[in-house]
């Protein structure tokens, strides 16, 4: 091949990965679009706020019924642009924000902390007989935990907002987990970070082992409260 077309084969690849970095910037972009001004995130909200009203009356029912609150806390979120495209790059995705909605389980997340073990089990059950509700996947990392030792019962779901005269089903992660369990994931998510280093090994042994420590407390609570139940 002479000098000139090498230098137009040379100058023809350029483009083409030119045109190709262009083309993921777009798609970038729109994604980002899609995520945070659109009608996607007017409809997490909607589904959020019905989820966490959702939640109100269940541990009202719950507390009526055992004299005793049932859920602790509440927290929510939408996933953030950087971390909805950091989770379609590990599983190999395409930054699409219709194969997100498809593939990305968490877009819209809820998470409610119990008090006791059970009572995530009686909760999650009360959610699934919503009518408004549809199941579609329960991961139950608290009696299979990861390996890690990460422990939450997941209930992927479906739930119907009003939206222009029809309703509309939304996918929305539900988590629920006891105040041990919440706190130990909140530890391993602010070291997570620090795992690429030569103490990673050590870290991820001394969280198992925490988690371990969690899993007898929450026991132990549980076995003392109904106890006290029976009195």
């Avoid at 509440?74 to 997100?100: E, I």
């Avoid at 968490?106 to 059950?125: N, P, Q």
Wanted: proline share 1%.
């Amino acid at each position: 091949m002479g000098t000139g077309n090498a230098l137009r084969a040379t100058e023809t690849f350029t483009l083409i990965q030119l045109e190709e970095e262009k083309q993921k910037l777009k798609k970038k972009e729109l994604l980002k679009s899609m995520l945070t001004d659109s009608e996607f995130s007017i409809k997490g909200q909607c589904a959020i706020n019905l989820m966490m009203t959702k939640l109100d009356i269940i541990n009202t029912f719950l507390l009526m019924k055992y004299k005793r609150n049932f859920i602790q806390m509440k927290t929510w979120r939408l996933k953030s642009y950087d971390s909805v495209c950091k989770k379609m790059q590990k599983k190999g995705l395409d930054l699409n924000f219709d194969l997100a909605l498809e593939k990305i389980n968490d877009l819209i997340g809820v998470r409610a902390v119990c008090a006791y073990v059970d009572d995530i089990y009686k909760v999650a059950d009360l959610i699934e007989k919503q009518q408004d509700i549809h199941i579609l996947k329960i991961k139950d990392y608290v009696q299979q935990p990861k390996k890690s030792g990460y422990q939450s019962l997941h209930l992927i779901l479906e739930i119907a907002i009003p939206f222009q005269k029809e309703n509309q089903w939304i996918k929305l992660e539900l988590q629920l987990r006891t105040a041990a369990m919440d706190y130990w994931a909140n530890l391993d998510h602010q070291l997570r970070y620090k795992r690429g280093q030569k103490q990673a090994a050590v870290i991820n042994e001394e969280l198992q082992q925490c988690a371990s420590v969690i899993t007898q407390l929450d026991q132990k609570m549980l076995d003392i409260r109904k106890k006290i139940d029976k009195i």
